[in-house]
């Protein structure tokens, strides 16, 4: 599986930071007007964690050597890895954001 299959599989696999949390928070936002209850969005937030974490603990590979030449700037920044602690940190921005688009549940 590839680096995109994975990431919509996960679904979390923003680019960047923001974007993971914006989706974070409207997944949260969702559930709360779905479920009605606390306990839904917990468990959100508990499958968020552990995705989060088995993609960070997937192996990665890396491409031997420098970037050939006859692959555009374009084609090898859409290949491009994040470095291993965003790998860790996505989870936790993950959980955040469902948290906070959940909180209409707590109040």
Not at 21 to 32: D, K, L, P
Not at 37 to 46: K, M, Q, V
Not at 58 to 84: F, I, K, N, Q, Y
Request: positive net charge; charged residues 15%.
């Amino acid at each position: 599986m590839n680096r995109n299959q994975w990431t919509a599989c996960v679904g979390m696999g923003g680019r960047d930071a923001s974007e993971s949390a914006v989706a974070a928070y409207i997944g949260g936002r969702v559930c709360a007007r779905v479920a009605h209850d606390a306990r839904a969005a917990t468990i959100l937030i508990a499958i968020v964690i552990v995705l989060g974490v088995v993609r960070a603990l997937m192996p990665v590979e890396m491409a031997a050597g420098p970037r050939p030449d006859d692959v555009s700037m374009m084609e090898a920044t859409a290949g491009a890895l994040h470095p291993a602690w965003f790998n860790w940190l996505n989870p936790l921005i993950g959980a955040v954001g469902v948290w906070f688009g959940s909180r209409k549940l707590r109040a």
